[in-house]
């Protein structure tokens, strides 16, 4: 069980790694969907060892199930969008201009 | 036996989420990350919660990371132009509280968790399966989450249409 919540606790924050390093918004969305993960795994694990709760701990993996893919749809929309308009990804450089 | 074979699939899914991070391309990253939530829904199916497991596999690696994939050729991203990384001072700072926070956090893990594994199962309650969660999420407490997701789930729809649809941005 403790592999687990440590495997949740290093996924969390190497998403958290690459959301500070990273530069491409891509790569960005891709990291805060690691941490999502991570936050999911440490969830199951304690919805695993807490029998009783286990549905509603369900239901709370099942709602960032969700999130996480109404944030991915947005998030590429407007990626897409901002791709069409200045053919650059970088976000310094966007934070610049 | 199960121990063996949960430290292997937390490997595999450490190495996958180091392998995304590292990589420059966001094809590959996109790639090794179907890898990590394909070992995630392992991992799930290892606890007995069998339905998220295929859930996790369907949503995260089927749909979300498909999604992911076609943008990126949509872009038509090359290799070379792509952004360059931050510079190394904040590459070697980042790396650092982030391994202090790992350190620190399964300390804790471990130091609570020190000796607890999994509670034993009743065969009846059904756990982890479709049964078990729909008896919960068509119940009096799971009614308002679900059409809270429904209605989530339609504003995006619409607010990613109106989004595409744009042609001009001010």
């Known amino acids: ?97 | 036996m199960q121990l063996a074979i949960e430290m292997l699939t937390a490997f595999m899914i450490v190495f996958s989420a180091v392998a995304t991070v590292s990589r420059r391309n966001p094809l590959y990253a996109a790639l090794w990350l179907i890898n990590c939530f394909l070992f995630t829904g392992v991992l799930y199916v290892i606890q007995e919660a069998v339905f998220l497991g295929f859930l996790q596999v369907l949503t995260y690696a089927g749909a979300i990371l498909v999604l992911i994939i076609f943008s990126i050729m949509l872009m038509d991203l090359r290799d070379n132009e792509g952004p360059k990384e931050r510079s190394a001072g904040i590459q070697i700072v980042a790396l650092g509280s982030v391994l202090v926070s790992i350190f620190l956090l399964s300390c804790f893990f471990l130091r609570t968790f020190e000796s607890s594994s999994y509670a034993d199962l009743d065969p009846k309650t059904k756990w982890g399966g479709l049964q078990h969660l729909g008896q919960f999420l068509y119940s009096e407490g799971g009614l308002f989450p679900f059409e809270f997701i429904t209605v989530l789930l339609l504003g995006t729809l619409v607010g990613c249409v109106q989004l595409a649809k744009r042609k001009e941005w001010s």
């Open chain 1, 1 to 97: 069980m403790t592999v687990s919540l440590v495997v949740g606790a290093i996924l969390l924050f190497i998403g958290f790694y690459g959301v500070i390093t990273k530069r491409n918004l891509i790569m960005l969305l891709m990291c805060v969907e690691l941490m999502l993960n991570g936050v999911n795994i440490t969830l199951m694990t304690f919805a695993r060892q807490h029998v009783d709760s286990g549905a509603e701990t369900h239901f709370l993996v099942l709602i960032i199930f969700a999130i996480a893919a109404c944030e991915a749809a947005c998030g590429l929309t407007l990626i897409v969008t901002l791709f069409k308009q200045t053919k650059n990804l970088d976000i310094d450089q966007l934070c610049d201009s």
